[in-house]
């Protein structure tokens, strides 16, 4: 069981990747001068050339807050506990800051531009009951960086198993 973040819309929903994650096979992680290769990849027999075994940050282990160091990804259709009625969806792979935040908002508008609405969803997974479902609607000139903090923190594991849903309008 885990929480996720996602959104949905009529629309087709852009993906887009992190740009400090990289996946690599073990040589190419050699190749690139990595040293922290697990030991069970470098055993014998084991295909070296295998793609995306390995996943590099080109993030400091600092407390670096990037504001572009975010996912947006299709959510697989059989991703159990979603229960909105809209055909396109995706994954939001963050941690809340407000630079990330207002990130997702011009992502946000940008889509609207092209559709009336727009929903935002943090859920609790993978538990087999039927939750309550919370509804909020926002209009995008309302829709604020603190908008998305208070539906990132609502704490979506507690019984009685709650799901959160802000739909953003377009008008």
Known sequence: MSAIFYMASDNPLREIPNPHLKTMSVNEALAAGLEDIPELLLVPGFDRDKPDVLLWSDIPDTEMQLDDDFAIW?????TEDIYTEKKYRVRVEW???????????QYIREHLAQ???LELWHVWVGNGV?????????????FTADDLQELWNLEVSQEPTTHYCFTVTAR
């Open 74 to 78: 299709r959510l697989d259709p059989s």
């Open 95 to 105: 941690d809340y800051t407000k630079g990330r935040a207002e990130k997702i908002i």
């Open 115 to 117: 559709t009336p609405s």
């Open 130 to 142: 039927y939750p309550k479902i919370r509804n909020c609607t926002i209009p995008l000139d309302q």
